[in-house]
């Protein structure tokens, strides 16, 4: 039954279709992101802001935005 419920919701959720007109964000920009994602997550608490870019190039940017964070925050060398 929570099946069944679960999948009745899931099925009329969507995702809006992005109006693009300029490129998408590639691995650059993933890198930028992820070096100013402090500043971003403060500021979207009180604004409207988005930390993650929306829509973005996928795997591309979301390895340069782990890396441009990983490279911020000491990366393994702050490792315990």
């Known amino acids: 039954m929570l099946l069944l ?6 099925a009329c959720a969507n995702q809006p279709t992005p109006e693009v007109t300029h490129p998408l964000p ?10 100013l994602a402090p500043i971003s997550f403060i500021g979207s608490l009180f604004l409207d802001m988005r930390m993650y ?19 911020l925050f000491g990366g393994g060398s702050r490792a315990v």
Do not use: E, K, Q, R
């Open 26 to 35: 590639g691995l650059l920009w993933g890198l930028v992101h992820g070096f």
């Open 53 to 71: 870019a929306f829509p973005n190039d996928g795997l591309w940017y979301d390895f340069g935005f782990v890396v441009g964070s990983g490279i």
């Open 5 to 10: 419920l679960a999948l009745s919701v899931a």
